[in-house]
């Protein structure tokens, strides 16, 4: 099983591939391969976003009780 990367290292492998694509010279199916994986890693980092979203919330939402 492998282990799912941090943000940053799903970004940066996101913007390699992107890279690859938008270079074009790639054969059908290795464009498929690569065009999935960065759908795969856009997933994770929507998943890390969306957590680091709800902690900042939670934070939020505790600081402005310790306030009242």
């Known amino acids: 099983m492998t282990e ?5 290292q799903a970004r940066d ?3 390699q591939v992107v890279a690859k694509l938008e270079a074009g010279g790639l054969s059908l199916e290795d464009s498929l391969t690569l065009w999935e994986r960065g759908e795969s ?9 969306a957590g680091a979203r709800e902690r900042v919330e939670t934070a ?9």
Not at 4 to 8: A, F, K
Not at 41 to 49: E, G, N, Q, V, Y
């Open 4 to 8: 799912t990367p941090g943000y940053e």
């Open 41 to 49: 890693l856009a997933k994770i980092c929507d998943r890390h976003l």
């Open 13 to 15: 492998e996101l913007a």
């Open 60 to 68: 939020l939402a505790a600081a402005e009780a310790e306030d009242r």
